[in-house]
């Protein structure tokens, strides 16, 4: 059961209470974010998948969430995950906190670091995290092998088959010696390619 009124707009579907989530908690995670990845660009697309995890999390919540709380684990996962893509993953020296808009954290190493006017945190934008039809649904994981699998199997099959064909007529030219490996039901049910002796 949810206590907090904006939470539980926000888990009914409320657009404008996750947008005062966001707006109370977002220049922390990308300053938070920003001082860890060194980068603009990968820093403003870790906040917009940690708070459509935390959408996601909130519309499935049956009660109250410790916002900071779940919000640094969050922040702490992505950062794992961005560094891990960028080839630059190392176990982190300490793990910070995100306490929201009211008592702010230094995560920035540098205040200027954090553009106060950049457009990413206008109130006008339309956010990803507020789409309606991916609200609900979760995606799979991609299964990376599964193609190269499927394609090395029917490979193998290709080639098993081309090499049964070259046995069959090298048996016909009586260059190998004739074996019958299912030559003679190929001739009689399917098409009659092969002159092997009976």
Same mark, same amino acid.
């Given at each position: 059961m949810f206590t907090s009124k904006i939470q539980r707009r926000a888990h009914e579907g409320n657009r404008e209470a996750?947008?005062?989530i966001f707006n109370e908690y977002s220049r922390e995670v990308y300053a938070y974010l920003f001082s860890e990845l060194k980068?603009?660009?990968?820093?403003?697309?870790?906040?917009?998948?940690?708070?459509?995890?935390l959408f996601r999390e909130l519309?499935?919540?049956?009660?109250?969430?410790?916002?900071?709380?779940?919000?640094?684990?969050?922040v702490n996962e992505e950062i794992k995950i961005a560094k891990m893509a960028g080839g630059d993953f190392?176990?982190?020296?300490?793990?910070?906190?995100v306490s929201g808009g009211k008592d702010p954290v230094d995560t920035a190493?540098?205040?200027?670091?954090v553009d106060e006017d950049d !457009?990413? /945190?206008? %109130? +006008?934008? &339309? !956010?990803? /995290?507020d %789409? +309606?039809? &991916?609200?609900?649904?979760?995606k799979p994981k991609k299964k990376g092998n599964a193609g190269i699998v499927i394609?090395?199997?029917?490979?193998?099959v290709l080639v098993l088959i081309f090499l049964w064909l070259v046995a069959g007529i090298l048996m016909d030219y009586r260059i190998l010696p004739t074996v019958d490996l299912g030559y003679s039901w190929f001739n009689t049910h399917v098409f009659n390619l092969f002159r092997l002796p009976a």
């Open positions: 996750f947008r005062e980068d603009e660009a990968r820093s403003k697309d870790s906040v917009k998948q940690v708070f459509l995890n519309m499935k919540a049956e009660s109250d969430i410790d916002l900071a709380e779940r919000l640094t684990a969050l190392e176990p982190m020296r300490q793990e910070k906190t190493e540098d205040e200027d670091d !457009d990413f /945190f206008d %109130d +006008e934008e &339309d !956010d990803d /995290f %789409d +309606e039809d &991916d609200e609900d649904e979760v394609a090395s199997v029917l490979l193998v």
